[in-house]
């Protein structure tokens, strides 16, 4: 949009708001950028963008800290935290210090962890076992110290669209009337809400990878000891028809849930979620064990419908960051790194279009095919737990000179040269789908 039509665009918004100036002194009628959702992938989008100058708003549903799965976080998460400046704060915290993750199979049989410093002995390879309530508070206050305007309890109702064109959003706060705000550039980071993927339908679920989860947190749960202590656990259970995270928290808390399809959790109608889980628990020996003089703790959460991808990342005035993008099954806890490096990635692009003043699709979304290709490695990955007789150790067995990019895969180096030579092998064991482009999704 030229300058003569953004200028037209903004006093239209400020006529329709000038009802109700007097209930929103707090937000201003117009932004460079307005970012969706202060998850992960908004603070991150939001925070780089603010501290290059550009006005920022970054709009939240909830109040933080609020609840959010997804404790696990991967080595690789380190670049983009740095980037942020929040290592220091990462390591004064009382997280647990992840550095491994391990496997085991139907029989109860463990495979040897996968320490992340194997293949990368920098202080990146350990990385943090999150409680999300108190990891999202500290991205968000870090995006309020660099100069983002944050305004939570206020949700998105809808994006402004002038034709295909993302203009701003309309936001309803409590007791307040509809307000209606430009922004040269929309970034939909609302999760899996998918606000803007969405309302454009251009969502694309991936029917392989059709899976519900049931999961809650025990306290007293058998703790490892030393580096092993904040292991993620991934524990197949018996007939190999799901499987169990086991992730240990601070405060002697231990996060644990069970992935399986949603007609063998919620088999027979069932919907009592502390019935089904106890089944689950059933028939996983090791969780078994773990849990013998534990108490479960908090509410027990279920949700269905995930992994899913956007044939788009990106169009005039709009980009999708994080799940708001696509959401990769949690086997291999990529979603919280996905995230940050969508938004890193976003921001970067967002940044050049604002000082090039071309807020294109194309020019916003110039990142799109390298996201799209890191989230292929992961998918590939996803697709081989997946398939029976597939373990890492029989792989390795066969090709003990791959175990250098296992664990890069492990520890989500997904984006470096050489990391897809890997699934010409894989593909001898398992069925692995074909690797896709953006562009051949077909949204454009
Ligand atoms: C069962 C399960 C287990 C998982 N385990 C892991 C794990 O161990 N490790 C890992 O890395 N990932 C895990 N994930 C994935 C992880 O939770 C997500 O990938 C990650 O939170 C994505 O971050 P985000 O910023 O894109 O979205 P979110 O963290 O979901 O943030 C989106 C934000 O947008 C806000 N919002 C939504 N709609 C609106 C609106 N209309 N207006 C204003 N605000 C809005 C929401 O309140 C929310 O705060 C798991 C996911 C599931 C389902």
Known sequence: MDAGSWTCWKLCLAMSNCD???SNVDLKQSYDVVVIGAGPAGCCTATLLARE???VLLIEKETFPRYHVGESLIPETYWPLERLGVIDELKRSDFVKKYSVQFFNQAGNASRPFYFEE???H??????QVTRADFDLMLMNNARRNGCTVVEGCRVTDVLMEGEAARGVSVRRTGKAEQKIAARVTVDATG??????RKLKIRQPDPRLRKASVYTFYRGAHRESGKDEGATLILNTEGRTGW????PLANDVVSVGVVSSPEELFADGERDRAAILDRQIA?????RERLVDATQTGEIRACTDYSWRSTRVAGDGFVLVGDAFGFLDPVYSSGVFLALKSGEMAADAIHDALTLN????EKLGAFGEELYGGMEAFRKVVYAFYTEGFSFGRFLKAYPEYREHVIDLLIGNVFRPGIMDIFDKMAEQVELPVTQTLAETGGT
């Open 283 to 287: 028939r996983c020996a090791p969780i």
């Open 244 to 247: 169990f995270w086991y992730i």
């Open 53 to 55: 100058g550009h006005d």
């Open 20 to 22: 109700d100036a007097m």
């Open 123 to 128: 202080e990146s390879s350990q990385t943090w």
């Open 119 to 121: 293949t990368n002995p």
């Open 358 to 361: 071309d807020v294109s699709g």
């Open 192 to 197: 899996i809400d998918a606000l803007l993927s």
